[in-house]
């Protein structure tokens, strides 16, 4: 049996997603998991923890919307927000060492998961 770290256990990816956003927006991770609209910072972290999940994390839109109780289109409509935010360069480069630090997060969760399957077999 091969890890994969998207699904179907997504579980350790996602919580990197979220608590990326909600530590940039200063929002309780909590707020960002809640099914019910929030006010605009809640939304917009939501939208930035989504669309990590799906950049800088790999996930697929489906994956997303799956993971945070949304549907595709809401995904879809989370990832260009942020790509439109992108085009400030301030907001650019604090998106792009992001993505960097949760892709170096994600291949080290995965490291650990193949290497905790190679020692139970």
Same mark, same amino acid.
């Given at each position: ?21 909600? +530590? ?5 991770? =909590?707020?960002?998991?809640?099914? &019910? $609209?929030? #006010? !605009?910072? %809640?939304?917009? /972290? ?9 950049? +800088? ?5 489906? =994956?997303?919307?799956?993971?945070? &109780? $949304?549907? #595709? !289109?809401? %995904?879809?409509? /989370? ?16 998106? =792009? ?25």
């Amino acid at each position: 049996m091969s890890i994969s770290c998207f699904e179907p256990r997504p579980f350790p990816i996602i919580g990197l997603s979220v608590a990326a956003a909600a +530590a940039v927006a200063r929002i309780p991770a =909590a707020a960002l998991a809640s099914p &019910a $609209r929030r #006010r !605009a910072p %809640v939304a917009r /972290a939501r939208q930035l923890a989504v669309y990590l999940h799906h950049v +800088a994390l790999g996930a697929s839109l489906s =994956a997303c919307a799956r993971a945070f &109780a $949304r549907d #595709r !289109a809401t %995904v879809r409509h /989370a990832c260009a927000a942020i790509e439109d935010l992108r085009d400030d360069p301030h907001v650019d480069r604090w998106a =792009a060492r992001l993505e960097l630090a949760l892709a170096a997060q994600r291949d080290m969760v995965c490291d650990l998961l193949r290497e905790a399957e190679g020692a139970a077999r």
